[in-house]
């Protein structure tokens, strides 16, 4: 598999991400406004699996990181490596998550991902107006608008590390949502003074969840066929117009 390849997967996962991402705040919006329960439906659907949704992200950014700082040689700038600051330790911490079973982490995690996704926007709109000043315009030996690759018109480098970011915040946001809930209903009497404190659920639910790793795994594996599917389609295509 040569490096397009790479990049077109990696740009169809972020797509397929993003269409998750705005079904998901639109019908949080839409609920909001007592039109239908869309938001709702997918918290639920993702409920105790919210973590390991995340992690399989982070994971999976981290990976397509390394892989094109290593192997296909694209050195990374200084924007580069702040995103990296943002989007490495969440790996770990995502982890920790996942094998204590506890969503509490969610906040930290959303932390990061907010301040990884601002860099992340600024670092993309660099590449459409690179006639700016930047912080590495002068002092970097890699210049933050270079553009290394871009597929469909859009994917970038960053633009695949703001995608990421977008999904884990999104699914802190639900997992941070869903603990809240959880905590309320946890309560003997409803009252939320005395509901049980986050991160700290019942055993007996806990065993009832879906292993939030196991359905991460089995999601991304099935966006990687299909991101990888049509990314043999438009590789043949392109040798055709060759």
């Not at 997918?42 to 919210?50: H, N, Q, S, T, Y």
């Not at 770990?92 to 509490?104: K, M, N, P, S």
């Not at 700290?200 to 999601?219: F, K, Q, W």
Request: include cysteine.
């Amino acid at each position: 598999m040569d490096d397009a390849a790479v990049e077109q997967i990696l740009s169809l996962l972020a797509f397929a991400g993003l269409v998750a991402v705005a079904a998901t705040w639109l019908g949080a919006l839409a609920e909001r406004l007592e039109v239908g329960r869309l938001g709702s439906a997918i918290a639920g659907l993702v409920d105790g699996a919210e973590i390991g949704l995340a992690w399989v992200v982070a994971a999976t950014a981290v990976g397509g990181s390394l892989y094109f700082s290593e192997v296909a040689g694209y050195l990374p700038c200084v924007l580069c490596w702040f995103q990296r600051i943002a989007m490495y330790p969440m790996v770990i911490l995502l982890a920790v998550g996942i094998v204590r079973r506890e969503r509490v982490i969610a906040p930290y995690a959303l932390f990061l991902a907010a301040a990884g996704l601002v860099v992340a926007i600024y670092h993309y709109q660099l590449e459409w107006f690179p006639d700016q000043s930047s912080i590495c315009s002068t002092t970097a030996s890699v210049p933050c608008h270079v553009v290394w690759f871009k597929h469909f018109g859009v994917s970038t480098i960053p633009f695949l590390a703001g995608s990421g970011f977008l999904m884990i915040g999104t699914l802190m946001a639900i997992a941070w949502r869903n603990e809240r809930r959880a905590a309320l209903a946890w309560s003997d009497d409803g009252d939320p003074a005395a509901a049980a404190p986050v991160g700290t659920e019942p055993a007996e639910r806990d065993a009832d969840r879906p292993s939030g790793l196991l359905v991460g795994a089995v999601a991304v594996v099935a966006l990687a066929l299909v991101g990888g599917g049509l990314a043999f389609v438009a590789l043949g295509d392109d040798e055709e117009a060759a």
